[in-house]
């Protein structure tokens, strides 16, 4: 729940040494920053109507309008957008499943590198353990089934090696 210290809740329930990596799921991270917003408190604009059709809640997709920093490409009621933090995924990362409670979203962090960041610092706080932090969400893949788990923020580890100018063991 919103204010709930996510750091605490986990450390007590796994051993972690040093330089582990700590992979966290967005939602608990969204909940415990208060990322939650009620379907009720929406009024859909014409083009979220337009998007629903008979297939989804306007509301919800006003959400996802809401959080988009613009539309992909949209089919129905399905919508893949850009996120404001760059992030290409349906729904602009708008979720309802596994949401506290019926009628409510849970939408993406606001800055996860900085949700990363903060959850390494407590961890860090409460153990004393230099520990890199991941926070994924899961993404759906283009002409694939099924989802993957993509990091949206990092913090205590490098997330990518630039090998650009480089040549690999055969020399290309």
């Given at each position: 729940a919103e204010g709930d210290d996510l750091a605490a809740m986990i450390v007590e329930r796994i051993e972690l040494q040093e330089r582990d990596v700590v992979v966290v799921a967005q939602k608990a991270v969204s909940k415990v920053e208060g990322r939650i917003l009620q379907i009720d408190s929406l009024e859909a604009s014409p083009k979220a109507v337009e998007l629903a059709g008979d297939e989804r809640d306007p509301r919800e997709v006003e959400?996802?309008?809401?959080?988009?920093?613009?539309?992909?490409?949209?089919?129905?009621?399905?919508?893949i957008a850009e996120t404001q933090h760059g992030f290409v995924c349906a729904s602009a990362?708008?979720?309802?499943?596994?949401?506290?409670?019926?009628?409510?979203?849970?939408?993406?962090?606001?800055?996860?590198?900085?949700?990363?960041?903060?959850?390494?610092?407590?961890?860090?706080?409460?153990?004393g353990l230099e520990v890199g932090v991941i926070v994924t969400d899961s993404f759906g893949r283009p002409?694939?089934?099924?989802?993957?788990?993509?990091a949206i923020g990092v913090a205590g580890i490098t997330p990518m090696l630039d090998l650009r100018g480089t040549k690999d063991r055969i020399g290309y």
């Open positions: 959400a996802v309008l809401r959080e988009a920093k613009r539309i992909v490409r949209e089919r129905g009621p399905l919508v990362g708008v979720d309802h499943s596994n949401a506290p409670e019926p009628g409510t979203l849970v939408l993406l962090p606001v800055d996860p590198d900085a949700s990363a960041q903060a959850f390494r610092e407590r961890v860090q706080e409460l153990t002409f694939r089934q099924g989802t993957t788990d993509v």
